[in-house]
């Protein structure tokens, strides 16, 4: 019989001296017998719950039963807490905390006895933060996904996390809607536990770990509340047990077929334009080559067949019931859109995994043949307003806006255009393109998602719903229009964007892939001798960030975290 691999958290346990003593006797005042310390896999549950990220907050529940299935199978299951993002309440953007909870993410797994690690994640930057961390170390990890919340309702109409408020805030502005309706729609928005349940950021980077093998097959769509999500949970405990015997690592997962497989799966479900900086992250901390031009190579021509908000009309509770991800992966195979080769965390090819799905509402999810957009992936513009590219949701905008020359309004930062988007005398129309420089990672600091700025009431007035905007921010998964966002280098930088001025031309061309400034070089230059960066922060987490932040092309990773350290702690006081 081959002899049992002596596995790292035998390290801790397996010493008979006073270490071994320690590590263990402190473990046995929460009971643990002393049996439990024989070898077996120790499997960290890296747990993002917290009250202040409402879309985590059923996040224990679900640990217990991952700890179900870690217990079934022989392993030794260890909850531990992570610094946990939630999208709605942290300020001023969460995403400014990413890479600091990743940092969090790789120490505690790196640091702690253990053989593998179940990631629970669901609020927008909870799953990019600790897909990043644990890939930093590169044990065996399977993602675990909350699941989406039920459906929104208000006077029987469905509501979408997110889209809906969009829709809703232009209408009281436009005076179509109430005060007093916005506030009893609000209450019918959120009915259950989970994260949002438009094809937001939260459920498309719960189909990137799906898509990318890193989560069992299902995890994308199940509902937080359907007990088919604790079922899920409980296999995966059980099967990270398996992954441990068998050493299958992350970095055997996410390779670079994955990442393929990751961008045309979120052209096919009209995903958000946050998972284009979140997987260059995750790419580059794995060591897997991927950048942002392939996000069009591979994605741009690629048809959306789901019919989702906010870029259709459906929500995550209908994309379950129609089938989920493994039909639109299905859909994909058999158009040699995805390498069926590509390995998953069950042991299986993702082509084993979704050869057997089947389509029960074609309404929500089309076939590829007769899909709901055509050619709506991501697309990558370039030109001398963003040489290092900008990116553009085609699927959530405005056809007739994808070639448009239009005069600028420009806006120095957000409070300056919070302070005059609704003064009745901005020099504005429809034709404009809104400019708003100074929300990138540098620049806010931390890249919010305000790129999808809100129309002057005097043009929603004229029942016009989608205008030009450009800047270097991020936008909200769950919102729409012709919005081109991630403009590098971004304006606290120097980069282009922060010498625009109130009425230069700029031309937008999204079939040339062209975001252009009319403005002469020799003018540019001159504006750009008399332009000096916005001051940076003194002190603290926020200065390591601004000093080391890299650009959206980049993923928004800090410089120094990019790559991975494996699991060896350098040194050992024990
Ligand atoms: Fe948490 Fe949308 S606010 S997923």
Redesign the pocket.
Known sequence: MAEKKKLRSQEWFGSKGMHGVIHRAWLKNQGYPHDLFDGRPVIGICNTWSET???NGHFREIAEWVKRGVWEAGGFPLEFPVMSL???MLRPTAMLFRNLASMDVEESIRGNPLDGVVLLM???KTTPSLLMGAASVDLPTIGLSGGPMLKGYYKNQPLG??TSVWQMSEDVRAGKMSDEEFLAAESGMSRSKG??MTM???STMASMVEALGMGLPGNAAIPAVDSRRYTQAQLTGRRIVQMVHDDLRMSQILTRKAFENAVRTNAAIGGSTNAVVHLLALAARIGVEFNLKDWDDLGSHVSCLVNLQPSGKHLMEDFYYAGGLPVVLKELAAKKLLHEDALTVNGKTIGENVKNAECWNREVIHTYDRPFKPEAGIAVLKGNLAPNGAVIKPSAGTPSLFKHRGRAVVFENIEDFNARIGDESLDVDETCVLVLKNCGPKGYPGMPEVGNMALPPKVLRKGITDMVRISDARMSG?AYGTVVLHASPESAAGGPLALVENGDMIELDVAARKLHLEVDDAILAERRKAWTPPPGPARGYVKLYVDHVMGAEKGADLDFLVGKSGSKVARDSH
């Open positions: 990220t409402p879309c939630g999208e709605t669901g609020c927008d996390s997110g994260h949002c937001g950021t939260a769950t």
